[in-house]
Nanobody, 123 residues
Framework: QVQLVESGGGLVQAGGSLRLSCAAS????????MGWFRQTPGKEREFVAT???????YYGDSVKGRFTISRDNAKNTVYLQMNNLKPEDTAVYYC?????????????????WGQGTQVTVSS
């Protein structure tokens, strides 16, 4: 079992920045690929970014160049630095863990999820 707890969400004006954190516990963090997804009411969960256990990173098209995913294996934490935020980034952001080396844009590949943190970007 892996437990994930997100933090760092909040209200920010368009053009601003936020950094989300996701603290993991329960298993060897470095063995897991980690991902960030987001969801708004009535829509499917959207892929934001993933970082593999080896450090490779991949991003959804809507956030490329603005968001950065990173991980600190010593702290069992994955981060999502979000810059130049737009109102359309408003969503609940979820952290997820997938056993194994590689991550995915498919939420079905992730076996563990956090409770989510709200990000609201005002125009």
């Amino acid at each position: 079992q892996v437990q994930l707890v997100e933090s760092g969400g909040g209200l920010v004006q368009a053009g601003g920045s936020l950094r989300l954190s996701c603290a993991a516990s329960g298993r060897t963090f470095s063995d897991y690929a980690m991902g960030w997804f987001r969801q708004t009411p009535g829509k499917e969960r959207e892929f934001v970014a993933t970082i593999w256990s080896g450090g490779s990173t991949y991003y959804g098209d809507s956030v490329k160049g603005r968001f950065t995913i990173s991980r600190d294996n010593a702290k069992n934490t994955v981060y999502l630095q979000m810059n130049n935020l737009k109102p359309e980034d408003t969503a609940v952001y979820y952290c997820a863990a997938a056993a194994g080396y590689s991550g995915s844009s498919d939420p079905g590949q992730y076996g563990y999820w956090g409770q989510g943190t709200q990000v609201t970007v005002s125009s």
